[in-house]
């Protein structure tokens, strides 16, 4: 059972457009939710994370939309860029000590058109 | 500062020979998590230590894997008897404390391929 949704496997856009990548989870323990970037052959980089007492988180050109309720978060890339393109994995953790293990989603590619 | 590292970077096993995997964590760091991550997949948890202190190993998928971090610092992931699905890169991640809005921090993984 998929707890961790990315129904996207790969999105294009325009450089300098918004990019939106979209995560959907099921389970209502997750209290925690994070962005990682993935380049070929490289470990996942962090992006940008967000608890489940904001439903906004920005940093720079990234920012984390999240919707309790619909158990759905959001990334948005503005301006996209080229280096930008990646795989990008949203994943989720509940707060209880002892219990931090991440769960991802499989994953959407992103390619920022020149 | 040096980030997490991992080796070897690539390994080629024969079914049924014994593998171990090596993860140097970010320095002080108190946790470190291993995930397996199949192609096209995402990173799927394995087990996690808060210092030498095995919390969590519900994810692995057999006796056949074991993990150990006996100083609490570098970590190894053994397979025993590697089969063909064992095929997958190995991440390691550490992070500071033992808080999880701490962020993880990956190394680069071990690409595993079993023939």
């Known amino acids: 059972d998929q707890q961790v949704k990315q129904n996207s496997p790969s999105l294009s856009v325009q450089e300098g457009r918004i990019s939106i990548l979209n995560c959907d989870y099921t389970n209502s323990m997750f209290d925690y939710f994070l962005w990682y970037k993935k380049y070929p052959a490289e470990g996942p980089t962090f992006l940008i994370s967000?608890?489940?007492?904001?439903d906004k988180n920005e940093d720079g050109r990234f920012t984390v939309f999240l919707n309790k309720s619909a158990k759905h978060l959001s990334l948005h890339i503005v301006p996209s860029q080229p280096g930008d393109s990646a795989v990008y994995f949203c994943a989720a953790s509940p707060l209880d000590f002892g219990n931090e293990k991440l769960t991802f989603g499989t994953g959407t590619r992103l390619t920022i058109i020149p | 500062g040096a980030g997490v590292s991992q080796s070897p970077r690539y390994k080629v096993a024969k079914r049924g020979q014994d593998v171990a995997l090596r993860c140097d964590p970010i320095s002080g760091h108190v946790s470190l998590f291993w995930y397996q991550q199949a192609l096209g997949q995402g990173p799927e948890f394995l087990t996690y230590?808060?210092?030498?202190?095995?919390?969590?190993k519900s994810g692995l998928p057999s006796d056949r894997f074991f993990a150990e971090r006996p100083e609490g610092s570098v970590s190894t992931l053994k397979i025993q008897r590697t089969q063909q699905e064992d095929s997958a890169v190995y991440l390691c991640a550490s992070r500071d404390s033992g808080r999880a809005v701490e962020t993880q921090y990956f190394g680069p993984g071990t690409r595993l391929l079993v023939l």
């Open positions: 967000i608890s489940s007492i904001k």
């Open positions: 230590f808060q210092n030498e202190a095995q919390l969590d």
